[in-house]
T-cell receptor, first 113, second 113 residues
Framework: DAGITQSPRHKVTETGTPVTLRCHQT?????MYWYRQDPGHGLRLIHY???????DKGEVSDGYSVSRSKTEDFLLTLESATSSQTSVYFC????????????FGPGTRLTVL | QQQVKQSPQSLIVQKGGISIINCAYE??????FPWYQQFPGKGPALLIA?????SEKKEGRFTISFNKSAKQFSLHIMDSQPGDSATYFC????????????FGQGTTLQVKP
């Protein structure tokens, strides 16, 4: 699992509340990614990071923000959760700039009521 | 716009049979094509990957066939086993330092004993 942990693993929240999901890695990899997985859509990239304080948007970034203040942690925040953000969220890491393989964490199942 | 289209959505195969999953892509700049395997409750795990400079890559019972002119690639699982029952995702990316993956919609494979 490339030393990736995600927390919480499950969360139920209400519409309009802020939510922060955490991805933690133990091996100081530079590249980190947040995806969401929904039936019929596969996995879609939300945001990614290529270094501390270096982040960029993916294809479904609206309603999400990220922060990376240290190498090992990549946080995904839903400022005001909506029911359309009910999903399974996966964090991934890439080992190096010139490699392509991404390793995924175990996921966080988020339900927004 | 779905840049990677995957079919079929679901597949049932008898034990010992061949499972075939197909993907088509649109962006000719893609140059890395991985397949991921995902078991329920787990994150996706890299199964096998190919680059466009070869037409086929084989690892054990798993083979990727790649057709650059048709912009298609497929996963073949030979001698399918019940333990292969999982969801399979194809993906594509441009080689580079960001490594953003574009995923297909996924195929749920059931191998019957």
């Amino acid at each position: 699992d490339a030393g990736i942990t995600q927390s919480p693993r499950h969360k139920v929240t209400e519409t309009g509340t802020p939510v922060t999901l955490r991805c933690h890695q133990t091996e100081n990899h530079r590249y980190m990614y947040w995806y969401r997985q929904d039936p019929g859509h596969g996995l879609r990239l939300i945001h990614y990071s290529y270094g501390v304080k270096d982040t960029d948007k993916g294809e479904v970034s609206d309603g999400y923000s990220v922060s990376r203040s240290k190498t090992e942690d990549f946080l995904l925040t839903l400022e005001s959760a909506t029911s359309s953000q009910t999903s399974v969220y996966f964090c991934a890491i890439k080992l190096a700039r010139d490699t392509d393989t991404q390793y995924f964490g175990p996921g966080t199942r988020l339900t927004v009521l | 716009q779905q840049q990677v289209k995957q079919s079929p959505q679901s597949l049932i195969v008898q034990k010992g049979g061949i499972s075939i999953i197909n993907c088509a892509y649109e962006n000719t700049a893609f140059d890395y094509f991985p397949w991921y395997q995902q078991f329920p409750g787990k994150g996706p795990a890299l199964l096998i990957a190919i680059r466009p400079d070869v037409s086929e890559k084989k690892e054990g019972r798993f083979t990727i066939s790649f057709n650059k002119s048709a912009k298609q690639f497929s996963l073949h699982i030979m001698d399918s086993q019940p333990g292969d029952s999982a969801t399979y995702f194809c993906a594509a990316s441009r080689r580079g330092n960001t490594g953003k993956l574009i995923f297909g919609q996924g195929t749920t494979l059931q191998v019957k004993p």
